[in-house]
């Protein structure tokens, strides 16, 4: 069982910076890939980084170039750095861990989710 926490988010404009944070219980963090998603009101729940156990990372076009994953496992913390954010980027963002050593941009092969913390990024 992995219990995932998200914090970080909140109200920044646009052009702005935010690091979220998902900090996960266990021991078994380290054996687990780890992912974040995003939802806006009204939309599906739509994938935005992804980072596997050997660290290789893979982010949505619609993000490359300004969000960052990482993760720290001595920590138990996976981070998503989020630059030069747009009014489009607003939603709820979601840590989500995979078993599965894997990249898996499909939200429902991941098996925990947290909470989510809210982004809101205005013009």
């Known amino acids: 069982q992995v219990q995932l926490v998200e914090s970080g988010g909140g109200l920044v404009q646009a052009g702005g910076s935010l690091r979220l944070s998902c900090a996960a219980s266990?021991?078994?963090?380290?054996?687990?890939?780890m992912a974040w998603f995003r939802q806006a009101p009204g939309k599906e729940r739509e994938f935005v980084a992804a980072i596997t156990l050997s660290r290789s990372t893979h982010c949505a076009d619609s993000v490359k170039g300004r969000f960052t994953i990482s993760r720290d496992n001595a920590k138990n913390t996976v981070y998503l750095q989020m630059n030069s954010l747009k009014p489009e980027d607003t939603a709820v963002y979601y840590c989500a861990a995979d078993r599965y050593d894997r990249m898996l941009v499909d939200w429902y092969g991941y098996d925990y989710w947290g909470q989510g913390t809210q982004v809101t990024v205005s013009s």
């Open positions: 266990g021991r078994t963090f380290r054996n687990y890939a």
